[in-house]
């Protein structure tokens, strides 16, 4: 954990001298790529020593693959390779670390590689495998026409913002901002004559960065209080479980899960402030002209602790693998998107039998989320009481549902589980049941959603 904060405060200064001193107009791409590749692979073998050889390895596969490998199944092949050797590795951690999980054991950064190899997989695939007119607004944006050079993969890969914490960004995204293009690409969807400049304004990320950092601050002084002293394994404690009412307990669950937020939002939002830093992250202007730099943001705290659905709080929280498991697997599935993404999500996370209970619960209680909506939603928005009723309830079944859902992701092993599931009497899985039983289900096949998908994404491109 030492070496994890020491690399990514090192990594801070770094990007901010790499911003200054090795910009665009100070460097060339290739000089940048290798900087940003070289000081990539000395954080990993700090961190990790001889475990981060496991980085290199699976990247020099997929290199092979994706230069060999037939243009119809470049996508396919580096998807098997780079999950497979993920889930080898996440099998070997079990013997090697049992359920006692490093936060800082190689795992986490051989997950964003893995993300990043199958995203450009794919999008080289849109690029050089597939007509334009087969692709969504969004593939046909990303879709990368010509392999990259081994200095530019391995930048992308390996790079010193990414390489710790992530997030896993796009390809295009990524050589964008290498070249100098990613903020100016972004600037140009403005009309800036209109709103009284004489030429495109220069944004600064000081300011994310540094407003970042404070919520890094507070979620660390959080953690270091408040995840401790409220440990999730005291919900089966034996004693607590005969001394405290049902909804006690549940009040209870949603203060340990509160409690376990912090190093998450920590991580994710240093990460963040780190590729601000560095000047990777712009995103635009938003509606009151204000620069926003949450290109590659992993999670929006507030969205997160006001969700008033369970879609809602997926979208907001760890938000670029989300985006990941969309465009590798839910706009790719040929059926049961919905289902292959969450066991594809279970997978990527790891083999403890922990994660397949969160997420195959996850799929249940989503369904019924989504029956629920579908079929009661329109009946409270006639009147502001009864729509504010409305989320005043749902926000707090979306707290409890996903604090039931997550509490195995946190125990990880079948037994503790199944007794914290016994000791709230299975509830949220029978309710979800039941509203799949009992309410209406209007079935939509994948290929009307992906033409409504396509639909609305060219609206929202024309605008």
Known sequence: QINFVACQLFALLAAFWFRIYLSPSHASSAVRHAFATLFGIYFAVFCFGWYSIHLFVLVMMNYGIMNMASVPNIHRYSFVVAMGYLTLCHISRIYIFHYGILTTDFSGPLMIITQKITT????????????????????????????????????????????????CSNYKDYIAFIEGRHVHMKLLEVNWKQKGY??????????????????????????????????????????????????????????????????????WTLADAVNNAAGYG????????????????NLNIWNIETATSFKMYIENWNIQTAAWLKRVCYDRAPWYPTALTFILSALWHGIYPGYYFTFLTGILITLAARAIRNNCRHYFLSSVPLKIAYDVVTWAVTQLAVCYTVAPFVMLAVEPTIKFYKSVYFHMHILSILVLLLLPIRPQTHSVRRAQNQATLNSIKSK
């Open 120 to 167: 450009l997989a794919c999008q080289l695939h849109d690029g050089i495998g597939r007509q334009a007119e087969e692709l969504t607004a969004e593939q046909n944006r990303l879709a990368v026409k010509s392999r990259p050079s081994l200095l530019e993969y391995l930048s992308y890969l390996l790079n010193f913002m990414s390489i710790i914490a992530g997030p």
């Open 198 to 267: 004489d030429r495109l304004p220069d944004p600064s990320p000081t300011g994310a960065v540094m407003y970042k950092l404070c919520i890094t601050l507070v979620s660390l002084i959080l953690f270091l209080t408040l995840t401790k002293n409220f440990p999730m394994a005291y919900i089966i404690d034996n004693e607590f479980l005969d001394k405290t009412p049902f909804l006690s307990r549940l009040g209870y669950l949603y203060v340990v899960t509160q409690a376990a937020k912090p190093k998450y939002y920590f991580a």
């Open 282 to 297: 712009f995103s635009g202007v938003d509606e009151r002209g204000t620069f926003r730099w949450d290109l590659l943001s």
